[in-house]
């Protein structure tokens, strides 16, 4: 069965850059991509950015254009999303979720467990 | 960006009643709309999409509805598990976007 499973929680300063990861298993890393959606408390999902874990395309939210750098080992099956110029805005849970190989398709139908990071002088 | 709301915020709700959930986008989405379910603690789980398909092994009980801008999700005979919070998510154009949500909570 497919399991994307993150990197722990984290705690960063203010202007700190953190980076999370997502190990997938139970199907073909390179024949998906793999998008990344914040949750800041009380709020709805947020969309930030995808990735091909066939060919390293990538597509950025206007938003999040510039401070996140998404990329993937497909050696570990592994994305990960490193977010810079931290605020205390970007406290939220992350998670990665299945998705589109060619294209965002907006289908996220496997989800990581989430990943907290709390930003916090 | 497309803006998603939806109606109501919350609802309480018995076991064995039926619930509808509104979502309207801000612009034409034709049927680019997903529903998910989101557990306290938990990542959110797709339910249904392109406004009327299920996922598959979702109970039959959920059913999804609507074009164009304006969608509903219904839970036929509320289950105890089904007490959680619900978002529509639109991929007509991008970024996705998400509404707000609505949580069923116990009556």
């Known amino acids: 069965q497919v399991h994307l499973v993150q990197s722990t929680t984290e705690v960063k300063k203010p202007g700190a850059s953190v980076k999370v990861s997502c190990k997938a298993s139970?199907?073909?890393?390179?024949?998906?991509?793999v998008s990344w959606v914040r949750q800041a408390p009380g709020q709805g999902p947020e969309w930030m950015a995808w990735i091909s874990a066939d060919n390293g395309d990538t597509k950025y939210a206007q938003k999040f254009q510039g401070r996140v750098i998404l990329t993937t080992d497909t050696s570990t099956s592994t994305a990960y999303m490193e977010l810079r110029s931290l605020r205390s805005d970007d406290t939220a849970l992350y998670y990665c979720?299945?998705?589109?190989?060619?294209?965002?398709?907006?289908?996220?139908?496997?989800w990581g467990q989430g990943t907290l990071v709390t930003v916090s002088s | 960006d497309i803006q998603m709301t939806q109606s109501p915020s919350s609802l309480s709700a018995s076991v064995g009643d039926r619930v509808t959930i509104t979502c309207q986008a801000s612009q034409d989405i034709s049927t680019y709309l997903n529903w998910y379910q989101q557990e306290p603690g938990k990542a959110p789980k797709l339910l249904i999409y392109?406004?009327?398909n299920l996922e598959p092994g979702v109970p039959s009980r959920f059913s999804g509805r609507g074009s164009g801008t304006d969608f509903t999700l219904s839970i036929n005979s509320l289950q105890p598990e089904d007490f959680a919070t619900y978002y529509c998510?639109?991929?007509?154009?991008?970024?996705?976007?998400f509404g707000p949500g609505t949580t069923v909570d116990i009556k």
């Open positions: 998510q639109q991929y007509d154009d991008l970024p996705p976007t």
């Open positions: 392109d406004a009327s």
């Open positions: 139970g199907y073909k890393f390179n024949t998906y991509g």
């Open positions: 979720a299945r998705e589109g190989r060619t294209a965002v398709a907006g289908h996220f139908d496997y």
